[in-house]
């Protein structure tokens, strides 16, 4: 497609289940990120991925996060034994390259944790 | 560290009215990128312009405006004559000039426009 999509659009989980979260980037594009956004606050970074390889997970909250990029292109954002503080949405954002500025960001996936 | 501030929670207007959207950022670094992104109520954010911090001209597209001033380390945005589709939530983000370096965004200005 021409944008990044995400998957699913709506997520509901009940405390303890495991959830995979799919990002579908721009075709082409190298470098794709993952943002939580929590409610009334702006996007704060998860983690990067240059084509397959991981280069920054600092901003993954803890140990029940992952994420991978097999083949360096669709993404997914994992989080094991969901918390209720986990309720966000999910935003997948993809660039050309490495030093190319702009993101590109998918319409994310909003996550709720009852 | 790098931060973003965007004072303004909410904004309200009328139709036609102009607004500025402000933006003060943080940095330390001296090669820097500043974004502005536009989120509707469909939630997914719209790129709207980039900026470097070595060109400090001004930019207008179309009924919007951007004034970036590295003296006050402002980076505020102005919508002309604003339209009902004006209304969102704004970002401001900065990113430092470092391959997959992630955007720093503000907590945005949620602007909403009347007819």
């Known amino acids: 497609g021409a944008g990044v999509s995400q998957s699913p659009r709506y997520k509901v989980a009940k405390r303890g289940q495991d959830v995979a979260l799919r990002c579908d980037p721009i075709?082409?594009?190298?470098?794709l990120f993952w943002y939580q956004q929590a409610l009334g606050q702006g996007p704060e970074f998860l983690t990067y991925f240059q084509n397959e390889a991981q280069l920054d997970k600092s901003g993954l909250p803890s140990d029940r996060f992952f994420a991978e990029r097999p083949e360096g292109s669709v993404s997914t954002l994992k989080i094991q034994r969901t918390q209720q503080e986990d309720s966000a949405v999910y935003l997948c954002?993809?660039?050309?390259?490495?030093?190319?500025?702009?993101?590109?960001f998918g319409p994310g996936t909003r996550l709720t944790v009852t | 560290a790098q931060k973003v501030t965007q004072a303004q929670t909410e904004i309200s207007v009328v139709e036609k009215e102009d607004v500025t959207l402000d933006c003060v950022y943080e940095t330390r670094d001296t090669t820097y990128y500043l974004f502005w992104y536009k989120q509707p109520p469909s939630g997914e954010l719209v790129f709207l312009i980039r900026?470097?911090?070595?060109?400090?001209q001004n930019e207008i597209s179309g009924r919007y405006s951007w004034n970036f001033q590295k003296s006050t380390s402002s980076f505020n945005f102005t919508i002309t004559a604003s339209q009902v589709v004006d209304s969102a939530v704004y970002f401001c983000?900065?990113?430092?000039?470092?391959?997959?370096?992630?955007?720093?965004f503000g907590k945005g200005t949620t602007l909403s426009v009347s007819s």
């Open positions: 983000a900065l990113t430092l000039n470092q391959a997959g370096t992630a955007l720093i």
């Open positions: 900026r470097n911090s070595f060109d400090e």
């Open positions: 075709s082409g594009h190298v470098s």
């Open positions: 954002a993809s660039s050309l390259g490495p030093f190319t500025y702009e993101q590109y």
